[in-house]
């Protein structure tokens, strides 16, 4: 199956600094790529995901960029704010699968 | 729409005791999962559904069971509880397999 590593563990920036998490995946059959905040208690939802069509993806403050030959993909949260304060997970699905690995998880912190 | 419900939130069970984990979802989705979520660990995926009647394993099923007897619910059962089942589990449903998924609240389980 998929083997997806996540890096940093942590991580903690200024407020309105930029936050970058990267991600590597193992199957290059993957072709989903979406990416999960979770804050402290609640559920992960989902706030973005890219297809392997493309390369990059923006929605206002955050977004994803993929880079299928290195089988790695990262997300980039600018102007941070003490709201994005949260644990962040990647997940990549491999095309005709039916399920997300899911990497370990980013706990970032937006320090004021 | 509800989305995804699980039940209950929170239970503590004792080691050789049983419980049913429910989840219940509202949006027609054939796709469901269970994951358990440890600290540090990202989720790992327990058993996944791909429609009503079918079933399948995923990376730590030992110690659980599941049915899907209808689109909408989809229960998790542990047998002869034990303190490595202490975790978070979340359900989550998707349209599309291997789709961006919607994660029900969760339920925080201990085995003492």
């Known amino acids: 199956g998929e083997n997806v590593e996540q890096h940093p563990s942590t991580l903690s920036v200024q407020e309105g600094d930029s936050a970058v998490i990267k991600c590597t995946y193992s199957?290059?059959?993957?072709?989903?790529f979406p990416w999960y905040k979770q804050e402290l208690g609640k559920r992960p939802q989902l706030i973005i995901d890219?297809?392997?069509?493309?390369g990059e993806k923006k929605d206002q403050r955050i977004a994803v960029t993929l880079n299928k030959t290195a089988k790695h993909f990262s997300l980039h949260i600018t102007e941070t704010q003490p709201e994005d304060s949260a644990v962040y997970f990647c997940?990549?699905?491999?095309?005709?699968?039916?399920?997300?690995?899911f990497g370990a998880g980013t706990t970032v912190t937006v320090r004021a | 729409n509800a989305g995804v419900t699980q039940t209950p939130k929170f239970r503590i069970l004792k080691i050789g005791q049983s419980m049913t984990l429910q989840c219940t979802q509202d949006?027609?989705?054939?796709?469901m999962y269970w994951y358990r979520q440890d600290p540090g660990m990202g989720l790992k995926l327990i058993y996944y559904?791909?429609?009503?009647?079918?079933?399948d394993k995923g990376e730590v099923p030992n110690g659980y069971n599941v049915s899907r007897s209808t689109t909408e619910d989809f229960p998790l059962r542990l047998e002869l509880a034990a303190p490595s089942q202490t975790s978070v589990y979340f359900c989550?449903?998707?349209?599309?397999?291997?789709?961006?998924?919607?994660f029900g609240s969760g339920t925080r389980l201990t085995v003492v």
């Open positions: 989550a449903s998707s349209y599309l397999g291997g789709g961006g998924y919607t």
């Open positions: 199957d290059s059959a993957s072709n989903y």
């Open positions: 890219i297809r392997s069509n493309v």
């Open positions: 997940a990549a699905s491999i095309q005709n699968d039916y399920k997300l690995s």
């Open positions: 949006m027609n989705h054939n796709y």
């Open positions: 559904s791909v429609g009503a009647g079918i079933t």
